[in-house]
């Protein structure tokens, strides 16, 4: 690869990372060579969370997005009964109620969300993605040391 074009694919990836704080995915919104992703917020954790929104610029570093910290060791304690920034009348994540946390309003663009759907300018979670938050959050996200 030349200069320019070693430039140019940089210049691609960064506009993709900046304007989409999703991380690589195919067109139906589900990310590439993960698998199905389990109602558990390990799983969670390491094939959503940490791959398409605990990114730089996005939920992650010393200034993530409305407070909200999605790295490893911090999720947990940054979603589960906190209060959502946009909407205090909601939790982020109520346990044993997904239809009313935020985070899954957010995920699926429900009318009640401010702003836009996440991650932000797609892809989109495919509905087994979805389908995982849901279940956890349902199952009562219970919070797991480390995560």
């Given amino acids: 690869?030349?200069?320019t074009s070693g430039r140019l694919v940089t210049i691609a990836l960064l506009i993709g990372t900046v304007l989409g704080c999703g991380g690589d995915g195919d067109s139906?919104?589900?990310?590439?060579?993960?698998g199905s992703v389990q109602a558990t917020i390990e799983d969670i954790q390491s094939k959503i969370f940490t791959p398409r929104c605990a990114l730089s610029?996005?939920?992650a570093g010393p200034t993530p997005q409305n407070g909200l910290d999605l790295t490893l060791g911090q999720?947990?304690?940054n979603l589960i009964n906190v209060p959502?920034?946009?909407?205090?009348?909601?939790?982020?994540?109520?346990?044993?109620?997904?239809?009313?946390?935020y985070l899954y309003m957010k995920l699926v663009n429900d009318?009640?969300?401010m702003g836009q759907q996440m991650p932000k300018g797609g892809p989109f979670l495919s509905s087994q993605e979805l389908?995982?938050?849901?279940?956890?959050?349902?199952?009562g996200s219970r919070p797991r040391p480390g995560y």
């Fill in 28 to 34: 139906s919104g589900g990310m590439m060579s993960t």
């Fill in 1 to 3: 690869m030349n200069g």
């Fill in 75 to 77: 999720a947990q304690a």
């Fill in 111 to 113: 009318a009640r969300i």
């Fill in 131 to 139: 389908g995982a938050i849901f279940d956890w959050i349902g199952q």
């Fill in 84 to 101: 959502a920034t946009w909407d205090p009348s909601f939790m982020r994540v109520k346990p044993n109620d997904p239809q009313d946390s």
């Fill in 57 to 59: 610029g996005c939920h």
